[in-house]
């Protein structure tokens, strides 16, 4: 098991900077573009799969099971993200990204204080690191508490800071602000997202949740159109504007309804 200090990538100057590859990659450098790639449009499961075929390659590769147990949880695989950061913190031991992953997890379970003392000690050990401060504001964002919105900001401007892409941090902060509840502050990152990525459709299309969230179906339409405009055949968007129309709402409530007689 590896101490503190025993760790093969845990310093900025020992990491891979997998955005802007040099020369042949690894098959495990491959994989992890791949699944950054994948998980920027918005397809989590295959991302997360990805990480996973990553960390299997290279072990050592430590964002990859970071990654991968945040994939999960966007994906919804609760379960198989705590799988992942089980294994890794079991095999590894104090690795701060590993505690940054597992106190995402924590916030995810609504075990609150625990995911506290997790984050606490990645950012202790490991504060240059733009997952560690993601994780960070998200488990802040967790408590909803009142005037903690300070603090969630500061912790996504530092991991903003450390993006040399300088958008996918803000969209990843916009991911966890929508899912907290705060559509508001997602939009008005996801509009700095959209100005830089514009062919991106999973960005239009998180945008038009925001607007739809606040109440403003016709903003959200609109997004969900310039969605398609980029990619015709990009079925979340065309799922989301059939999900407004009257046909639409009456077939998910079904679907909903003979779902639940289903599993009774």
Same mark, same amino acid.
């Given at each position: 098991m590896l101490d503190w200090l025993e760790i093969p990538d845990g310093s900025p100057e020992k990491r891979l900077d997998l955005r802007e590859p040099k020369g042949r990659l690894r098959p495990a450098e491959e994989l992890m573009v791949s699944g950054e790639r994948l998980y920027y449009e918005g397809n989590f499961a295959m991302a997360a799969r990805e990480f996973g075929r990553a960390r299997r390659h290279d072990p050592t590769l430590f964002d990859a099971w970071a990654e991968e147990v945040d994939a999960c949880l966007r994906a919804g695989m609760v379960p198989r993200a705590e799988e992942v950061a089980d294994e890794a913190v079991d095999t590894y031991g104090k690795v701060p990204v590993f505690y940054a992953a597992k106190a995402l997890l924590l916030a995810h379970q609504g075990y609150i204080e625990a995911a506290y003392?997790?984050?606490?000690?990645?950012?202790?050990?490991?504060?240059?690191?733009?997952?560690?401060? &993601?994780?960070?504001?998200?488990?802040? &964002?967790a408590t909803a508490m009142y005037g903690s919105m300070r603090s969630v900001d500061h912790c996504f401007e530092r991991a903003a800071q450390l993006d040399p892409t300088r958008w996918r941090a803000t969209f990843r902060a916009a991911l966890a602000l929508l899912r907290w509840g705060s559509a508001d502050r997602a939009a008005e990152r996801l509009r700095h997202v959209a100005e830089r990525t %514009?062919?991106? %459709?999973?960005?239009?299309?998180?945008?038009?949740? $925001?607007?739809?969230? &606040?109440?403003?179906? =016709?903003?959200?339409?609109? $997004?969900?159109?310039? =969605? &398609?405009s980029r990619r015709p055949d990009y079925d979340p968007a065309a799922e989301a504007l059939r999900s407004m129309t009257l046909w639409g709402r009456l077939h998910d409530r079904l679907a909903q309804f003979f779902g639940r007689k289903r599993g009774q």
């Open positions: 003392q997790h984050s606490d000690i990645s950012v202790e050990h490991d504060d240059a690191r733009m997952f560690t401060w &993601l994780a960070r504001g998200e488990v802040v &964002l %514009p062919a991106n %459709p999973f960005v239009w299309k998180v945008l038009g949740d $925001c607007h739809r969230e &606040l109440g403003d179906d =016709a903003a959200a339409r609109e $997004c969900y159109g310039v =969605a &398609l």
